[in-house]
């Protein structure tokens, strides 16, 4: 039988498994004090307000304007920029049910920790493993994004490749380094997250200046679009969308690493809805820009790299330089936050006693969870062998997808219910319409992805289930505070 969160007074978090094992004990504190107790070990509030921000929009920037313009004009068209617009509308109706639970559950886990307390540990541990493995597929998409792009470089610079395809190797690489840096402390990686998104956004809006005075015939030698603007039909804006959805992804992990995130009531509804808008509106000025200056068919035939040639046209070789590197700090950054929060997400189902509990432990030296940093690394790298950007991009999207949707109906549960401990500091406004319809468009939008991407997820999440009836039946979930 399918066990049920107590939706009574809040004792301690405490969770059994078969053996009698309990995970970590969690104390009150205050928003600043230590976070996760467990066998003298911790995990502490390091993470302020712009590094929430900088985990958020640098996990979005990456993938959405250095790697998919090329991909979704090819796809949808002019339309390609309404895609974007669609992500973010449901991207948003998520974010403010997600800010909801994140203040009222301010734990590192994320969804996996709103759903397990809101509907039960089967939703939980479904949610929590799958959340594992979608993290994990869209870090692998952010490092080939990373390898095409330091290919490119090599290219520009003269380095002579022998016709050998650098670009898995590079990632792979690339790899070892963030998963050896985010053992190395937490504040390590938000510093770097910081730099790497102040710098992208710099490079981003010279972009759209010079992109704005292009449109204008100021600058460059715009392409004459001389298409319509769903020349390739509505239906292509919806599978586009479905497809480049990946890119907002990012507001989520700043819900994965809430437990170290300093005054959580403050800062995590301002991080998630603060960098879904920024990056909202990047995007499609971006897209919006590039379709302008080349037309969609010309821009799809650059693939992963488009935007070097569309810089360059504004800039010449400056220009194509400076997306170089915006295009490696972005994907840099995109893969450094993925890595977090995965490694967060398995902490988090591991103290739960979902997953054996060794993964939960604590490098006493840096403050981190190392082992689960190992098992979100060494997937990670697995998958970037395959080096398959869209069928990776599309099964992160798909098992996101399935996690808002409940992370929405888990709100609407725990509003019935009203246990006790349920206090947060942030409610969503307009309830109960944002988070039905954040359930409803995060749901519809599983159905327009590729067949392929739709099965790999479904199977993740029987897989899911199946280990959860194998080893985590008996676990009881009691209390979130």
Known sequence: MVDTPDRSAPPPTEATNRDGERPAVERPETADEVTVVDERTELERTIGLTGGISIGVGTMIGAGIFVFPGIAAGRAGPAAAGSFAIGAVIALLVALPTSELATAMPRSGGGYYFISRGMGSLFGAVVGLSLWFGLVFASAFYLVGFGFYAEAVLVRLGVVLGGFDVVVPLALLFGVFLTVLNVTGTENAAKLQNGVVGVLLAIIVAFLVFGGLSIFGLVGEPEPI?????????????????????????????????????????????????????????????IFVAVSAFGSERLATLGETAMVTVAESFLGSLGAFAILFGGLLATVSSANASILSTSRAIYAVSKDALVPRFASRINLEYGTPHVALG???????????????????????????????????????????????????????????????????????????????????????????????????????????
């Not at 359930?439 to 999440?461: D, E, N, R, V």
């Open 375 to 481: 098992m979100a690394g060494g997937p990670i790298l697995v998958l970037v062998l395959l080096g398959e950007v869209a069928v990776l991009a599309e099964v992160a999207s798909f098992l996101h997808l399935v996690m808002y949707g409940l992370m929405c109906i888990a709100l609407i549960a725990l509003r019935r219910d009203e246990p006790a401990w349920y206090d947060p500091d942030f409610r969503v406004p307009g309830y109960p319409v944002v988070p039905v319809l954040g359930a409803l468009a995060s749901f519809a939008l599983i159905g327009f992805m590729q067949p392929t991407s739709q099965l790999i997820g479904l199977a993740i999440m029987l897989l899911s289930a199946g280990w959860y009836y194998y080893y985590a039946r008996d676990v009881t979930l009691r209390g979130v505070l």
């Open 226 to 286: 001389g298409e319509s603007f769903l020349s390739k039909g509505a239906f292509s804006v919806l599978t586009t969308a479905a497809l480049v959805f990946t890119s907002y992804l990012g507001f989520a992990q700043v819900a994965t690493v809430a437990g170290e995130i300093k005054d959580p009531g403050r800062n995590l509804p301002l991080a998630m809805v603060g960098s879904v808008l920024i990056v909202g509106v990047l995007y499609v000025a971006t």
